[in-house]
């Protein structure tokens, strides 16, 4: 069966549709506004009031910054429950509150070896689990009790029948995964 569709375009030059309102940049901190320079007290003003009659945006989830730059790049601390497969750079802060014995296993495939961790943050849990060469990599690394920053590990839909938590997603520990203990005095500077 052939459906053929007659389309004719109709050229009718660009204009504008409804009423196009450009953003404003957000106003500089105060000490900027108080500058001897006039024209930045002024703008500042402007910018103030145009960003003011425009819809605020919705809120996200809160996001922290590090303390500082590991591997060289920046990061947003991102909250358990804002966890998705569909997110490549995060950085989750969450203390272990349970830790597994390594396990091994032998079937038609293969053997193995894995361990389990539950990690929590203010927004909730998630499991995490290592696999073999992993295991030996980042078991020893991990206590219970202490926080941790964790990055570059995958983000999977959980299998909920290996585990209790409520959270859809868990995290499996890849090679390149990141673990880096949170020392006190970062812990109490970014209220842990």
Known sequence: MIIVLALQV???GRRKIGNPVAIA???PPPEEATASNGANVAASSSTTTTAQSQPQPQAQPPRQQPPAQRG???????PIEGLSPYQNNWTIKARVVQKSDVKTWSNQRGEGKLFNVTLMDESGEIRGTGFN????EL???LDEGKVY????????LAKKKFSNLSND???SFEKNTEIEEVSNRVQYLIGS
């Open 72 to 78: 060289g790049r920046p990061g947003s601390i991102y």
């Open 133 to 136: 060469q992993v295991v030996d």
């Open 169 to 171: 997603y868990e995290l």
């Open 149 to 156: 920053f964790v990055s570059k590990a995958r983000v999977n």
């Open 25 to 27: 940049a957000p106003a």
């Open 139 to 141: 078991y020893d690394k």
């Open 10 to 12: 109709f050229d009718h």
